[in-house]
């Protein structure tokens, strides 16, 4: 049994003030994680520490950079955020390690993603929890871009062969019009109504393009907030569910 988790930005770091982490909610985080005794690989988000450098260099998913600089700034932000999640997850308990994206993917000149699974696989193999995060990558044609945790939950599920796929965000779930959590999803029409149409194109973020990426998995996905992390590592279906 293979899990995948996202802890969203929001989650861990408080997203009004720059470089600060939610240092509350990421021990909530890490000890739930350590309830997990199967194989179980943790992606976090940007919040308050990616995403400022990337704004301020212009930097995106598609807007790339060749400013070496500017991938310092970004991916040295991220990997203190990594450190402080990796450090949560161990003093709770987790035999967590860190993997830099920066260092393990890339996309190339039609931007599909490459990243190196088969490391994550023994990683789990000899019992590690492989910590990643949202980072800058090398992007072929476009010097570096951005790479969201979503995109890395959407590669690693199917690569790895993931039994369940969890989205720990700042909402309870997806929202209908009278912004009641529903309960199930298993087509992007049900929902394109109150997500904003089909054809959304945030990748970074944005309800619309979560779910229709989270459709596209072979295992079901769940979208929580803080409150459904138990019942999710459980086994449990908190939130929405989609598949
Ligand atoms: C963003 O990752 C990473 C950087 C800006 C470098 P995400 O897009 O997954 O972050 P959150 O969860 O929305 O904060």
Redo the contacts with the bound molecule.
């Keep these: 049994m293979t899990t995948v988790l996202k802890l ?3 989650v861990v770091t408080d997203k009004d003030e720059p470089e600060t982490v939610d240092e509350r909610n990421l021990s909530r985080a890490a000890e739930a994680i350590a309830a997990v005794d199967e194989d179980i690989v943790v992606i976090h ?3 308050s520490f ?2 400022h450098h ?1 704004a301020e260099h212009g930097v995106s998913t598609t807007d790339g950079t060749h400013d070496s600089g500017a991938i310092r700034a ?1 991916h040295g932000a ?1 990997k203190d955020l990594n450190e402080a999640v990796v450090g949560a997850l161990a003093e709770a308990g987790v035999s967590a390690v860190p993997v830099h994206p920066f260092s393990a993917a890339h996309r190339d000149s039609k931007s599909d993603l490459s990243v190196s699974t088969d490391r994550l696989a023994t990683m789990l193999g000899e019992g590690f929890v492989p910590v990643l ?4 990558v090398v992007h072929e044609n476009l010097g570096a871009t ?5 995109e890395i939950v959407v590669a690693l599920a199917d690569a790895l062969d993931a039994d369940r796929v969890g989205v720990c965000s700042a909402v309870p779930g997806v929202y209908d019009a009278e912004k009641t959590v529903i309960d199930r999803i298993d087509s992007f029409d049900d929902v394109a109504d109150v997500l904003g149409g089909s054809d959304a194109t945030d990748v ?2 944005g309800m619309a393009a979560k779910v229709r990426e989270l459709l596209g998995l072979d295992a079901p996905a769940y979208i929580f907030d803080i409150d459904g992390l138990d019942e999710f590592i459980a086994g449990e279906n908190p939130g929405t569910r989609i598949d």
């Design positions: 969203g930005g929001s988000g940007g919040g990616g995403h990337a970004i991220m995060h949202g980072d800058v951005i790479l969201s945790g979503d970074t973020g």
